[in-house]
């Protein structure tokens, strides 16, 4: 490991010269007023909302390779610096894959939150591109400080969050029945995105201990916190990826046909897939992205509902509620 202090100082610096030259590159890619995807190719789109490079050590082209594997046009690339939960990303490499396919990744950034320098480089990664923070995964609670920090900071630079919620011991952002809410009343800009086994627990009212299980099934039981908050805070987006997503959506078909109905404007697909083909190469034949496209392609007969889960969604929460029009 180098020096972290002259390291990190040292990196800052780096980044913060190179984004006075790199911002006037970037911004063209980064503005809100951009043709939709839509516009910019016939085809059908298909936004991921939660991919990661490094992913059972898949490649920038791996991932690229899946993406084109799963018709997946666009891709919000999420690091995870610190390497908590398994998967070490850092920005850098989530920017270096932004400046070699632009017109394919949608770059995030997401740093040691508990480092003194934490909200500095997020204003780097800012000027240099990025998009929005994520996945926000640390053995924090949410109401720690440092998590309230970063969430006020994407309010001010009007980003989106996402965020990895799993109680319990060694888990992540603990204490979302306690806290969210509190969260959501007070930061009305940035756009909150759910992730995870204890953000999708709360889909029913029902809701067992997390020692006990973060992949509850069986039958939903109505009026649980998701319905309730998403009803409550338009800025409040649902990320349908990974087991947990899945799980969550396959358990109860009935409630969940109602759950895409009445949410249907802030729920994102995504699939936290790490497989490198989309056909589940190295992960026993599971394809998440594939498995999930699908599965809504089944649950979701309207074809303008599709294409709001499927890339509208993200376009919404990539730019905020002034292009809802889009
Ligand atoms: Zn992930
Ligand atoms: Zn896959």
């Known amino acids: 490991m180098p020096n972290t202090a002259s390291f990190s100082r040292r990196d800052f ?5 190179f984004a006075c030259t790199a911002a006037a590159a970037t911004t063209r890619t980064a503005r809100a007023d951009e043709p939709s995807v839509e516009e910019q190719d ?26 084109d594997g799963t018709g997946t046009t666009q891709a919000f690339i999420l690091p995870l610096e610190t390497g908590e939960g398994g998967v070490t990303l850092k920005s850098e490499t989530v920017l270096h894959s932004f400046f070699q396919y632009p017109d394919r990744i949608i770059p995030f950034c997401q740093t040691d939150i508990r480092r003194p320098d934490a909200l500095d480089r997020v204003r780097a990664y800012h000027l240099l591109g990025c998009r929005g923070i994520g996945e926000q995964k640390e053995h ?3 109401g720690d400080k440092r998590v309230e920090a970063v969430i006020a900071l994407c309010d001010e630079l009007n980003w989106p969050i996402t965020i990895h919620f799993q109680d319990g011991a060694g888990g992540y952002n603990q204490g979302i029945a306690d806290h969210l809410e509190t969260y959501l009343k007070r930061y009305k800009q940035v756009r909150m995105i759910g992730h995870a086994q204890t953000w999708w627990a709360n889909i029913s009212a029902d809701v067992p201990p997390p020692e006990e299980s973060l992949y509850p099934t069986g039958p939903v039981k109505p009026g649980g916190l998701l319905d309730r908050l998403m009803g409550d805070y338009p800025n409040l987006y649902a990320d349908l990826s990974a087991g947990s997503g899945f799980n969550a959506l396959s358990r109860d078909e009935d409630f969940t046909a109602g759950f895409l109905e009445r949410h249907r404007k802030q729920i994102l697909f995504g699939s936290d897939c790490p497989c490198r083909d989309g056909k589940g190469e190295n992960f026993n034949g599971v394809c998440y992205s594939m498995q999930l496209q699908k599965f809504l392609k089944r649950m979701i007969p309207d074809e303008a509902a599709l294409a709001d889960v499927f890339f509208k969604n993200a376009q919404r929460a990539l730019n905020g509620p002034l292009e809802s029009s889009l």
């Open 13 to 17: 610096l780096a980044a913060s010269a």
């Open 140 to 142: 924090l609670p949410l």
């Open 42 to 67: 016939g085809g059908p789109q298909l936004i991921d909302c939660h991919l990661h490079i490094n992913h059972y050590d898949r490649s920038i082209d791996d991932t690229i390779r899946h993406m």
